[in-house]
């Protein structure tokens, strides 16, 4: 009998480790096995084993409980479970382990210290946290934790950085693919070298940094201003690190470093099925490291946006003609400490990386410059700190400078020139000025007036120069900014139409009574001139009925504005997600704009001149004329292909989320298949009038496409059409367009067809069997109803809310 109560007494012992799934932690005489997790006590985070993609492999991982796809945590990265019988214990002195099924220690995690009675817990932090007992509460009681070894995730309350007394560095580090959690090529972290800043590696080779902490921020770090996240950054001589609060409850955020590199910050509104990207700390070209070599100086409103610092010139002409900057810059004159030298300040600017360098805070600005004439390696100085104090000085090449415009305020820099070159546009008007004075108590106010008229002239000449420049180059006609004021009743708000990233857009009449659309670039907008030089090029070479036609440009000083033809009946967004104006759309005029939107797309892919990607074909940006023609707009962010060219890259994501493609969105890969994703969300959204992001359905959590795929599968295809088109519709050409779209929006790139497939297949009735088409792109259904928001956009966002036509 006694044989019987220890086999009982054994069984109720261990079969706790079927029941951790209830409960947020983990005694010595649990586990936790394949299928059975802990979940943090508001039901936030979860903690068990998961298998990526089509993968054999097992990981140990923490995720959202509301959104398992998203892994925030792994632990054994290096080190899978090759099959599912896998075990997480943790010992009774609170070491961690994971066992595999002959038994063998897969990964483990030591305690700090051993304790009598560990438990591990999984908190609503995401925090996995090994502690001396259930009842201890504060972090001083933490044996181990999870967030002093992060994965490719910053969670809200863990630290980025480095504690001298311990020695741990927590630093991020990508997975090596979207289905591989194993550490990748990229890692993301603070260097400490006398002044912390933010890196971004790939393996060891400097990809993107911050700039050095100057008391207050990171220099060069992009200025993310948002009432909703509050960034904790501590330097002192017991920790240097980063962390960040969330202000509003309602959102949740976190930031990662993907495969590709890239450092962005993403956020999780409420109701919200879908991360948005709030920022990406590489926005532009300027901040790749070392863009334009040694003692070069990068610009990003300027073209070329490369030049060399003040007193230097390139290393090699020829390379630098080509736009190859990797060799830098060279002093025009060498220095000599025999001879006087100065320096000249550069304003604005990212700080130089710190590879050879000295820094002491206890000096002042003019002690600061005074050592570093002393020395003759030093090649600049600053003050270390924002508020003035402590010294910073470079010796040898200076590396990563760039400029930034006024509204983000940065440190200026003192670069050590000889007397010669000591130049500088205030000492040049200085001598102007005295030269003028001079001339005019000699001769006369007479002489000086003629200078000034001739200085006017001058600058007329050259301004009309640049502006036939620009007409030649941009091979469109030039409206003269008079006119164009004067159409647009002076750009009054009662004209203006619309509003995006770049800048503003009004409505005008031309002294002929033609009606036009001013699309007017803002001042102070970085991604606009980038954007209106893009649109030039691409929309001024390329002529079809289904694409907006540009009239022309109007370029004087600062200004920029494109001129368009006016569209009265504003976009098709205006239409199809109107509960009344829908109603005016019958199926055969939708029938109608789905063949020109397609047509239009299928010209930009293969029969114009040019093979362009539009890369933010959605609704809004379908333009209606007089007679609901649609016309494709906005091709600020369009990109030219090469004769060959079927696919390309990039770091920087920009377009609409519910529109992009799987690849785009995710790795930065586009091709023309891109764009076919797209249209097959357009083409489903204008059947069903659904908008493919906010879509909300009583029995399910998927989206627009998720809907249609469900429907399909179940033989109840038409039950997607819009209900207004029930007196007009045509239901071959409906289910055609339904199937159609579902190719388009297949998840797998080779799967999707071609432009020219896609118009054969809508506009040919003859072609009586199509293609079934597979599982759509984002098919995965959502925790929660998407609240019925508009379209959110990643950063620097280039596309119109229209609000009259244009």
Same mark, same amino acid.
């Given at each position: ?18 029941? #951790? ?87 483990? #995690? ?63 580090? #990508? ?165 006087? $030298? ?13 590879? $050879? ?450």
């Amino acid at each position: 009998m006694w044989i019987l109560a220890l086999f009982f007494f054994q069984y109720c012992l261990f079969s706790g480790s079927y029941h #951790a799934s209830a409960a947020d932690t983990l005694a010595p005489t649990q586990s936790i096995s394949n299928g059975s997790t802990l979940v943090s006590s508001a039901q936030t985070f979860e903690l068990g084993f998961f298998s990526p993609g089509e993968s054999n492999k097992y990981y140990l991982g923490i995720w959202y409980k509301s959104f398992p796809d998203t892994v925030v945590w792994v632990a054994n990265r290096e080190d899978p479970v090759i099959d599912s019988h896998a075990i997480l214990n943790i010992s009774t002195t609170g070491n961690l382990f994971i066992f595999d099924e002959q038994n063998n220690t897969i990964w483990s #995690a030591n305690s700090s210290r051993a304790a009598k009675n560990p438990i591990a817990q999984l908190l609503d932090s995401g925090n996995l946290v090994v502690k001396e007992d259930a009842a201890a509460a504060d972090t001083e009681s933490y044996l181990w934790e999870s967030f002093d070894f992060p994965s490719d995730t910053q969670l809200e309350g863990m630290k980025i950085g480095r504690n001298f007394e311990t020695g741990i560095n927590r630093y991020l580090t #990508a997975w090596k693919s979207v289905n591989d959690p194993s550490p990748g090529d990229f890692t993301y972290g603070v260097d400490d070298i006398g002044s912390p800043q933010f890196v971004v590696r790939e393996g060891t080779k400097k990809r993107f940094r911050t700039g050095p902490w100057n008391g207050i921020k990171f220099s060069g770090h992009p200025s993310q201003i948002s009432p909703i996240i509050n960034h904790v950054t501590v330097y002192n001589t017991e920790e240097a690190y980063d962390m960040f609060e969330i202000m509003d409850k309602s959102v949740i955020s976190r930031t990662t470093v993907n495969e590709s590199g890239l450092v962005q910050r993403l956020v999780l509104y409420e109701n919200a099925s879908e991360w948005t990207v709030m920022y990406t700390l590489q926005n532009d070209l300027c901040n790749d490291y070392a863009r334009c070599g040694p003692n070069g100086i990068c610009k990003i409103n300027q073209r070329p946006i490369c030049e060399c610092l003040e007193g230097f010139v390139p290393r090699s002409e020829r390379e630098w003609q080509i736009l190859n900057w990797t060799g830098g810059c060279v002093r025009r004159t060498p220095l000599d400490c025999q001879k006087s $030298e100065g320096f000249l300040k550069i304003k604005n600017v990212k700080l130089p990386d710190l590879l $050879e360098f000295k820094l002491d805070q206890r000096m002042s600005l003019r002690d600061c410059r005074a050592e570093c004439l002393k020395n003759c390696s030093c090649t600049a100085y600053v003050n270390s700190n924002y508020n003035g104090s402590g010294c910073l000085m470079w010796f040898g090449n200076l590396i990563d400078i760039r400029e930034f415009i006024e509204e983000q305020r940065e440190q200026d820099i003192y670069i050590r020139v000889p007397a010669s070159e000591i130049r500088s546009a205030d000492s040049i008007w200085k001598s102007r000025r005295t030269v003028i004075i001079m001339i005019s108590s000699m001769v006369s106010g007479l002489l000086a007036l003629v200078l000034a008229c001739w200085y006017m002239i001058s600058k007329y000449r050259r301004n009309r120069k640049e502006s036939q420049a620009s007409k030649e180059d941009f091979e469109l006609p030039l409206f003269d900014f008079v006119a164009i004021a004067s159409a647009t009743n002076n750009f009054s708000d009662s004209n203006k139409i619309g509003t995006g990233g770049f800048g503003l857009v009004y409505k005008g009449e031309l002294f002929k009574g033609q009606e036009i659309a001013v699309k007017r670039l803002s001042s102070n907008s970085q991604q606009g001139v980038e954007q209106f030089m893009n649109e030039v090029a691409m929309i001024s070479k390329l002529q079809h009925r289904n694409l907006v036609r540009i009239l022309g440009c109007c370029i004087k000083r600062d200004e920029r504005m494109l001129i368009y033809e006016f569209m009265p009946n504003r976009s098709l967004n205006y239409f199809i997600f109107d509960e009344t104006r829908r109603k005016l759309l019958t199926w055969p005029k939708r029938f109608e704009i789905v063949m020109g939107i397609s047509r239009g797309l299928l010209y930009l892919h293969q029969d114009s001149r040019l093979r362009i990607i539009h890369r933010d074909l959605k609704a809004s940006n379908v333009l209606l004329d007089n007679e609901l023609n649609p016309k494709i707009s906005d091709f600020g962010i369009a990109k030219m292909f090469g004769g060959d060219q079927v696919e390309a890259k990039t770091k920087r994501v920009v377009g609409t989320y519910g529109y992009m493609s799987p690849e785009y969105a995710i790795d930065g890969k586009f091709s023309v298949k891109s764009d076919v994703f797209s249209l097959g969300v357009l083409l489903l959204e204008i059947v069903s009038g659904k908008r493919n992001r906010g879509f909300n359905h009583p029995d399910h959590y998927h989206n627009l496409l998720g809907h249609a795929w469900l429907l399909w599968n179940d033989g109840k295809t038409l039950q997607l059409m819009d209900g207004c088109l029930e007196d007009s519709y045509v239901e071959a050409q409906v289910v055609r367009c339904i199937q159609v779209g579902l190719l388009c929006v297949q998840k797998h790139v080779a799967d999707r067809p071609t432009m020219s497939n896609v118009v054969r297949m809508l506009g040919n009735e003859e072609i009586s069997t199509l293609p079934p088409p597979n599982e759509p792109g984002f098919y995965v259904e959502r925790s929660s109803a998407e609240s019925n928001a508009s379209d959110l956009h990643t950063e620097n966002e280039v596309t119109l809310t229209l609000e009259e036509g244009r």
